[in-house]
């Protein structure tokens, strides 16, 4: 999501006559766009900032500012210099991109300038990003902001305000757009995509998720389309056929789980049980059968027991998730866990466990690679594999990292590999 409002601001910043550069060095203004989904990742952006110190001694009209979530979530204290011990000029929420080039009037001067604002109907539908950092093949495309379901953990719906969709037409544009850019996957992004809700004022019809998927599968059958994220509790049946209808809508579902615990899915405000989700996976394993399912997993949630832990080993055995994003709890402030549950799992017994979740997935990711073995799958050749020049690497439509010698054939391209070996994190094989 941080990589798309990139292009947003990347756009809104060269509309009015300012250039992109590569090298730092060059940059009269450095623009941080922020994470604060846990505290590992906003101290990242402090570490950054502290780095980028140095640039100011060459450049003393050097400006910096930070734009995003953890702009939204410290407002103007971070333009106190005590705060993170150094001169922050500008401070941006995710809703103020448009304001940008005038925010960077005000700062001309030596001054220090400030919109978090947070707008209940900005969705950017207008801008057309600039893909200034995609390697031409692949493309994220925003169709909603926001959030408003409260998972008791997270800061999202803090920072990002109120859940709004895009107008579907110009979502449908830029996809067109792409296509003729000569891109082969869009993946559309929302922080719970399968709300996505838009009513014409014109028709009175009602377009959602499952109408705008088959609307963008359509423009153009060569294009892959896949999405994120979703809720396990708004996914629905619906979408599942749909998905079915188009073979180039991606057989890969992504769908949070955060832990295998009733107790705790319960105090972390999901609205969904370990059954209920269970149900979701059995539908999708009858209804898409081979698509590849992952997850997200939190470790040591408030009052999470042993018991708790293994209850969440235990899911991921039955759903048998191809892949998993996993994290240690973090507390963050502002949060309904920060304020009503006390973060009482000790620091070493959620790295324990975050460890026994990792193998355990590693074990089902291998387990599950191995099944791949002999089959051939149409892979998207995305450029040369990071190890060597002599393989490509690609994606199947279940999202699997594929690589393979290079022969006769160009990034963007479509080509069939068979599988011969693989690791827990990658297949390998040969063009057939
Ligand atoms: N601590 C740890 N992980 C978190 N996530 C969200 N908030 C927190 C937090 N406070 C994880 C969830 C979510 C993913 C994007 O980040 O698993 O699905
Ligand atoms: Fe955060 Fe829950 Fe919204 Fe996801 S659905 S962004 S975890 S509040």
Redesign the pocket.
Same mark, same amino acid.
Request: overall charge neutral.
């Given at each position: 999501m941080n990589f798309s409002d990139s292009e947003i601001v990347a756009s809104v910043m060269t509309s009015q006559g300012f250039d992109i550069t590569e090298k730092q060095e060059e940059a009269d203004i450095i623009f941080i766009n922020t994470c604060s989904?846990?505290?590992h990742a906003e101290n990242r952006v402090i570490n950054r900032l502290r780095e980028l110190q140095h640039l100011r001694k060459n450049k003393p009209g050097l400006k910096l500012g930070v734009l995003g979530c953890m702009a939204e979530r410290m407002k103007a204290s971070l333009l106190e210099d005590e705060e993170l011990g150094m001169r922050i000029d500008m401070v941006a929420g995710p809703d103020a991109y448009r304001q940008l080039p005038g925010l960077l009037d005000d700062i001309e001067g030596g001054q220090q300038a400030i919109n978090v604002m947070l707008l209940a109907d900005e969705t950017y539908a207008d801008i057309s990003p600039v893909r200034y950092a995609a390697g031409g093949v692949s493309a994220f495309v925003s169709i909603m902001r926001g959030c408003e379901n409260y998972?008791a953990?997270?800061?999202?719906p803090y920072t990002r305000g109120k859940e709004r969709s895009r107008e579907p037409g110009s979502i449908i544009d830029e996809l067109r757009q792409l296509a003729e850019a000569g891109y082969r996957e869009v993946t559309l992004l929302g922080q719970n995509v399968n709300s996505y809700k838009w009513r014409d004022n014109g028709s009175g019809n009602l377009v959602g998720f499952s109408d705008l998927i088959s609307m963008a599968a359509e423009v153009d059958p060569g294009i892959r389309i896949r999405f994120a994220?979703s809720h396990p509790r708004d996914i629905s049946e619906e979408l599942l056929h749909k998905m079915a209808e188009y073979p180039n809508i991606c057989r890969a579902i992504h769908l949070?789980v955060?832990s295998g615990s009733n107790a705790i899915l319960k105090k972390m405000n999901r609205k969904y049980t370990r059954e209920s989700y269970l149900k979701k996976i059995e539908a999708i394993k009858r209804i898409l059968p081979g698509c590849a399912i992952s997850t997200? #997993? #939190?470790a040591g949630?408030c009052s999470e027991t042993e018991m708790d832990h293994k209850q969440t080993i235990s899911l991921m055995e039955e759903a048998g998730f191809d892949f998993s994003?996993?994290?240690?709890?973090?507390?963050?402030p502002g949060?309904a866990?920060a304020k009503k549950f006390r973060d009482d799992v000790p620091e070493h017994e959620k790295t324990r466990r975050l460890n026994e979740i990792i193998q355990k997935q590693q074990e089902i990711s291998l387990a599950s690679n191995k099944k791949d073995i002999g089959k051939t799958f149409e892979v998207l050749v995305e450029g040369s594999s990071r190890r060597s020049k002599d393989n490509s690497m690609g994606r199947t439509s279940q999202n699997k990292v594929v690589v393979f010698p290079s022969v006769n054939f160009s990034t963007g391209e479509y080509v069939k590999v068979r599988i011969d070996s693989c690791t827990s994190a990658t297949l390998k094989g040969k063009v057939v």
């Open positions: 989904i846990r505290e998972c953990y997270c800061v999202v994220t949070p955060q997200d #997993i #939190i949630f994003f996993m994290f240690k709890y973090s507390e963050r949060t866990a």
